[in-house]
């Protein structure tokens, strides 16, 4: 097996025969065998019960939020990627003036927003659920204007966390885990030229 983020082959089995580690760019990822089906994965997602109103969901995601407001205008070009059916990103930011779109391949699958240059590209929970990070990371790129950001919440592993424990992987959706180390590589590997990691807020610049 080849790693889904660098195509690597230098991997190993991570404490047991659920997951691999790579060498290169550090992630541990799932087999591909246990990756979900279409169905099966929009089955996971409509279970879900985001409410982009619901108090706790948008504390969640403030970090983001706040920080596109603090550093993009309202006029700027903007994009939710992966918002799945209700973004609270989106809500909040819409309620304030701002122009962004929401694109989710279940939910907002408008091919012709993925066709179009963003000022700024907000991930939330969503890069830990690329069956094909590669390919998703290449098009974020491709989707920012020069100087543009993509700003990223997910859940990094480190040595202090206890992996055969951390309900962090247990999620089946989830197939793939990032270190800081594997945005090190993201970074250079895609040419941003900036990396800032804040606990679960991260964001990449061109």
């Given at each position: 097996m080849h790693c889904i983020l660098c195509g690597?082959?230098?991997i190993a089995w991570k404490l047991s025969n659920r997951f691999y580690h790579c060498d290169i760019c550090d992630c541990i990822m799932k087999p591909k065998s246990s990756f979900?089906?279409?169905n099966e994965e929009k089955g996971r997602y409509d279970l879900h019960k985001n409410d982009a109103n619901e108090r706790g969901y948008r504390a969640f995601v403030s970090p983001v939020v706040e920080r596109i407001k603090?550093?993009?205008?309202?006029?700027a070009k903007g994009l939710d990627f992966g918002s799945g059916r209700d973004s609270a990103v989106v809500a909040q930011l819409q309620e304030v003036g701002y122009d962004i779109k929401s694109y989710d391949p279940y939910y907002f699958a408008d091919e012709e927003i993925l066709e179009r240059r963003y000022d700024y590209i907000?991930?939330?929970e969503v890069i830990e659920h690329f069956y094909s990070p590669q390919k998703e990371f290449q098009r974020l790129k491709d989707m920012l204007q020069k100087g543009g950001a993509l700003y990223i919440m997910t859940e990094l592993y480190s040595d202090d966390i206890d992996f055969e424990n951390w309900y962090y992987k247990e999620d089946p959706t989830h197939v793939i885990f990032y270190t800081k180390k594997s945005f090190e590589w993201i970074k250079e590997y895609?040419?941003?030229k900036?990396?800032?990691i804040n606990g679960r807020a991260i964001k990449l610049a061109l």
């Open positions: 690597s082959t230098s979900l089906t279409k603090k550093e993009q205008s309202c006029d907000s991930c939330t895609y040419g941003f900036s990396l800032e």
